[in-house]
């Protein structure tokens, strides 16, 4: 039956009815204490009240615990972002930016091309495969802290480390030598990781190309480029912007083996939150915790945006040629 002119049809709201209750828990779970914790933000900390003489909290803010993480600037009595004395150190904010951005940038690209190695050999076929595959998994599905306290006595004073090197090195003290015991402990837990997201990619591609290109006449190094990258680029982006995203909020693992101190040589952003919090400063640990959030966020939207991270599978982006004689 045709529908009369000018008459709209009914919509079906049953998809509504049921991705409804799923969105309702998502915006309880996640929506409010996000917009809570950007609220807290704008409030001020707790302070001392000259008038009274004793600690209060509330009060509007505004933008001055913003001003205190990015413009670094102290804080006075009352709560207000002031100007620092000769010699004062404000904040560890920058700084830990700087070893945030740095730990994220070595270990992805570490873990990119351990990730790309064992995907590769894991995708061969041979004798005890899945053995293999499941034994590569094992320092993934160790827990951090776990992880964290096996690699703190590896590079203990007299711990594995040195005694193999035959060197005395203080890996927990020395700020470069405590940041490469964290970069190691990290890739090796969270290659495998990599390897598992880029094997997926791989089991993708058609062997029928690599047997095309063989008969083309083309060597392994041009199949590896030429095919395989550009075929698994979704599943790499994809894989590299989850490891980024992970790396960014990087906690507990320089934590437990090196220091949870925000003067720390490892100290990441993410500690600053938790050490402002425990000085019972919630109101500019939340402004410190939007930045973060919107800093990844940022970094998020340009992975997605211009390199080509298909999260959604979407799959419309123009492919390339698979080889080019």
């Not at 309702?24 to 409030?43: H, K, N, Q």
């Not at 904010?93 to 995907?119: D, H, Q, S, Y």
């Not at 005395?168 to 990290?186: F, G, K, M, S």
């Not at 000085?279 to 992975?303: D, K, P, R």
Request: charge should be positive.
């Amino acid at each position: 039956m045709k529908p009369r002119a000018g008459h709209r049809p009914r919509r079906d709201l049953r998809a509504l009815w049921l991705v409804g209750p799923a969105m309702l828990v998502l915006a309880v779970v996640i929506g409010y204490p996000v917009v809570r914790a950007v609220g807290l933000s704008f409030e001020a900390n707790k302070h001392l009240d000259p008038e009274t003489g004793m600690f209060v909290t509330g009060g509007f803010a505004g933008v001055e615990h913003y001003l205190y993480w990015l413009t670094q600037r102290c804080m006075s009595p009352s709560g207000e972002a002031t100007q620092c004395a000769p010699g004062q150190l404000a904040t560890d904010f920058w700084p830990a930016v700087a070893i945030t951005l740095f730990f994220v940038v070595v270990t992805v690209v570490l873990e990119t091309c351990l990730g790309m190695a064992m995907a590769l050999v894991m995708n061969r076929s041979f004798l005890g495969r899945g053995l293999l595959r499941a034994a590569v998994l094992v320092p993934w599905a160790i827990p951090t802290a776990v992880t964290a306290k096996l690699w703190q006595f590896i590079f203990a004073d007299q711990g594995i480390a040195n005694s193999l090197l035959g060197t005395q090195i203080h890996w927990t003290t020395d700020p470069w030598a405590a940041r490469a015991a964290v970069i190691v402990a990290d890739v090796w837990k969270t290659a495998p990781f990599m390897a598992l997201l880029i094997l997926a990619g791989l089991q993708m591609v058609p062997q029928g190309v690599y047997e095309a290109a063989r008969v083309d006449g083309a060597s392994r190094w041009q199949q590896f480029t030429r095919i395989t990258l550009p075929l698994i680029r979704p599943a790499l982006m994809v894989a590299v912007l989850f490891r980024t995203l992970d790396a960014l909020r990087m906690y507990d693992l320089p934590v437990i083996m090196i220091s949870g101190s925000s003067n720390s040589p490892t100290a990441v952003i993410s500690q600053l939150v938790i050490t402002d919090t425990k000085s019972g400063n919630a109101q500019s640990a939340s402004a410190l915790s939007t930045l973060i959030f919107l800093f990844v966020f940022a970094v998020a939207f340009v992975m997605v945006r211009f390199l080509g991270a298909d999260v959604a599978g979407t799959g419309d982006r123009p492919r390339r040629r698979w080889f080019r004689g």
